[in-house]
T-cell receptor
Framework: EAGVAQSPRYKIIEKRQSVAFWCNPI?????LYWYQQILGQGPKLLIQ????????DSQLPKDRFSAERLKGVDSTLKIQPAKLEDSAVYLC??????????????FGPGTRLTVL | AQSVTQLDSQVPVFEEAPVELRCNYS??????LFWYVQYPNQGLQLLLK??????LVKGINGFEAEFNKSQTSFHLRKPSVHISDTAEYFC?????????????FGSGTQLTVLP
């Protein structure tokens, strides 16, 4: 079974530039998550999708971050314009469904963003 | 709001020695608890989970953890570590946010196994 795919793996940009990350979840997984992992910290949830709808985006800095999952499969996370503090690893994860019961999240390898 | 505290940011240990990585959580409701491992330049991999039942849970690679409700702890242990166990370990708690469950992670513990 193929895992969660992310691209690119690494990205270096200058501040005020824009950047986009792509994630393809495990086939059949309805729920998709984007996390931000700053060096020395644990992952922090940015946004959670159920199919193509947003379940929670309360921690997404909406003035500069946006995310979409138009067809309920793959997803794109965008930052525009980037700031120095956006330097982090961006992790994508997926699970079968959301809801009150437990569903294991499977993580992709992440995209390491460096903002200069 | 739930939070997870990993008491040690770095734990160096010699090969074949035992290790314990400490984790405390705060939550006013029932929780699910997890330990994840992250190898360099890789995503997170689930080591073990506590959902209910026996408070001692066993995971992959010889790791185990004990859920202690009175002390709100979920410490990870391994009786004999290998060089290959060198990695970052994250404790996480899953609680309900609205109608869905979400993970809150601790800040991580870097385990370094020395030859």
């Amino acid at each position: 079974e193929a895992g969660v795919a992310q691209s690119p793996r690494y990205k270096i940009i200058e501040k005020r530039q824009s950047v986009a990350f792509w994630c393809n979840p495990i086939s059949g997984h309805a729920t998709l998550y984007w996390y931000q992992q700053i060096l020395g910290q644990g992952p922090k949830l940015l946004i959670q999708f159920q199919n193509n709808g947003v379940v929670d985006d309360s921690q997404l800095p909406k003035d500069r971050f946006s995310a979409e999952r138009l067809k309920g499969v793959d997803s794109t996370l965008k930052i525009q314009p980037a700031k120095l503090e956006d330097s982090a690893v961006y992790l994508c994860a997926s699970s079968l469904v959301a809801g009150t019961a437990y569903n294991e999240q499977f993580f992709g390898p992440g995209t390491r963003l460096t903002v200069l | 709001a739930q939070s997870v505290t990993q008491l040690d940011s770095q734990v160096p240990v010699f090969e074949e020695a035992p290790v314990e990585l400490r984790c405390n959580y705060s939550s006013s409701v029932s929780v699910y608890l997890f330990w994840y491992v992250q190898y360099p330049n890789q995503g997170l991999q689930l080591l073990l989970k506590y959902l209910s039942g026996s408070t001692l849970v066993k995971g992959i690679n010889g790791f185990e953890a004990e859920f202690n409700k009175s002390q709100t702890s979920f410490h990870l242990r391994k009786p004999s570590v290998h060089i290959s166990d060198t990695a970052e370990y994250f404790c996480a708690v899953s609680t309900l946010s609205g109608s869905a469950r979400q993970l809150t992670f601790g800040s991580g513990t870097q385990l370094t196994v020395l030859p």
